[in-house]
């Protein structure tokens, strides 16, 4: 029994290294943009920032309409050598076109900030991650990784981008 114990022990620690060779760390990706895009955009925050972001681009829209006409009165008053009207123009249209740049660096600046907010929310946030938990869990997955994020990853096969579950089993539970 003596000469057989140290074969044992041997057989038992080859096939504990066997099993734990065996346990592989299995990854996935996920698009977070993706899934948030596809899942809130019928939210009313989300409602209300496409309004706001309407609204914005058609603020610029009219204050660009409104700079060109004076750009083309501007070329009438030099063409009929009208130079105080021309000169009166050019003033009005340089102080236009700063407060268009202004208002658009403000206004970007707002829509961006609100569409972190969006992005950011703690609900929200919390949906996401514990669908993500869920699918990853159930498909076998020990790790989920940001795509978007992540400068790691240079390359992944498409069957380990989990994206798309994650959206229908949001969707389904959202009842939509």
Known sequence: MKNKSP????????????????????????????IYTAFFQDSKAVRDFQEKSAKVQADVDRMTAEIQGLQK??????TA????????????IYKKSEYLKEYYRIK????????????????FLQQVYDEIKIVAESDGYSMVLNLKEN???????PTVDITDKVIQNLKTKAGR
């Open 108 to 123: 970007s600046a707002e829509l961006e900030d609100q569409k972190k907010k969006l992005t950011e929310s703690t609900a």
């Open 73 to 78: 009165s501007k070329l009438d008053a030099d």
């Open 7 to 34: 074969y044992l022990i041997g057989l038992f620690l080859l096939l504990a290294s066997a099993l734990q060779a065996q346990q592989l760390t299995r990854f996935a990706v996920v698009d977070l943009p993706k």
């Open 81 to 92: 050598g009208d130079k105080t009207t021309a000169l009166q123009l050019d003033n009005e």
């Open 151 to 157: 400068t790691g990853i240079l390359w992944y096969s």
